[in-house]
């Protein structure tokens, strides 16, 4: 028998920035005209008739609108940890699921009355089989997933949908009891910018503010799934199954089980579950991990006071 831990360690930033207003967007010019002929006559004088033609042409200019904010900055951050646990004996799986389970129908207004039904499970999901091989060692199948909700994308133009965020993980490891290794990981990096303005004054300090528009978004995604296989340990066990344990040990063995049940805080350190990535390493959430396993490169953040300010200086001039 064997227990199964699992790390599922998460981090999503997203930064969006936004940079002046256009003043010139959305101001329109309407040009009208009108014309109108007016004949008067008298019927018993021909020589008064009198013909009246009327032009009118305006330029109408339509109230504007503008919003003031040309200098905006947001941040959001989102830190995951889920540690799923799973016990499982050889040549078996074990499954282990917590969150909820979501069921939902949609009928189509159209001439055809089609239905969707939907049923899908959110949450955290791990799934093990073990088996033992001659040396000690122990192979696993592992099944790990993880399924969360988000919000609805405005470019998906259906009526109904729901819209979910899936982190899943399948393999085969061969491994020591008690060793941690990093199942899978994931670092990715999203960036986008829009600019657009008023060619020549769009860079001229100051008056970029009033005559262009710049938006920028940086998107960082962190996931990382750890693994470890334990022996199991009990909460208690009748004193006759611990006696006749104890019989088929040696002085030295029975020594050393006392020392530890006395100071098992020596023998039962807190687990190597850390990461030290670049933009992981202000997350409360880790705190020991070997230096250089993982190496990636420095990315920005508003996080600190010192990502704040150097995102400010980049509103100087952009």
């Known amino acids: 028998m064997v227990v199964v831990d699992v790390v599922i360690i998460s981090s999503r930033e997203d930064i969006s920035t936004s940079k002046g207003i256009n003043l010139l967007n959305g101001l329109t010019i309407q040009f009208s005209g009108s014309r109108s002929v007016v004949n008067t006559g008298n019927q018993f004088n021909a020589g008064t008739d009198t013909i009246v033609t009327t032009l009118t042409k305006t330029i109408t200019l339509p109230s504007i609108t503008n919003s003031l904010n040309i200098m905006n900055s947001g941040a959001t951050r989102n830190e995951i940890l889920a540690r799923?646990?799973?016990v499982a004996i050889s040549g078996q799986k074990s499954e282990f699921f917590s969150g909820e389970n979501i069921k939902a129908a949609t009928v189509?207004?159209?001439?055809?009355?089609g239905s969707t039904e939907v049923d899908t499970d959110i949450g955290v999901k791990l799934g093990v089989t073990p088996s033992?091989?001659?040396?000690g060692r122990v192979k696993?199948?592992?099944e790990v997933q993880r399924t969360f909700l988000t919000s609805t994308s405005s470019n998906v133009t259906y009526t109904n949908q729901i819209r979910t965020t899936k982190e899943s993980v399948n393999a085969n490891v061969l491994m020591n009891h008690g060793e941690t290794l990093i199942l899978s990981g994931l670092s990715e990096k999203e960036t986008?910018?829009?600019?657009?303005?008023?060619?020549?004054i769009q860079d001229v300090p100051g008056l970029q503010y009033l005559f262009s528009n710049e938006t920028t978004r940086d998107f960082n995604k962190s996931v990382l799934i750890l693994l470890t296989p334990r022996i199991p340990e009990y909460?208690?066990?009748p004193r006759e199954i611990r006696e006749k344990e104890e019989a088929k040990s040696t002085d030295g063995g029975r020594v050393l089980n006392e020392l530890k049940a006395r100071y098992s805080d020596w023998f039962r350190p807190y687990p190597n579950w850390a990461s030290v990535f670049h933009h992981l390493q202000e997350n409360s959430l880790y705190r020991q991990f070997r230096t250089g396993d993982v190496a990636l490169e420095r990315w920005d953040t508003q996080i600190t006071h010192e990502g704040r300010l150097k995102k400010a200086l980049e509103f100087l001039l952009y």
């Open 84 to 86: 799923p646990s799973l």
């Open 108 to 113: 189509s207004t159209t001439a055809q009355q």
């Open 132 to 135: 033992f091989v001659a040396d």
């Open 140 to 142: 696993l199948q592992v």
């Open 192 to 200: 986008e910018n829009v600019r657009s303005g008023v060619p020549g």
């Open 235 to 237: 909460t208690f066990r």
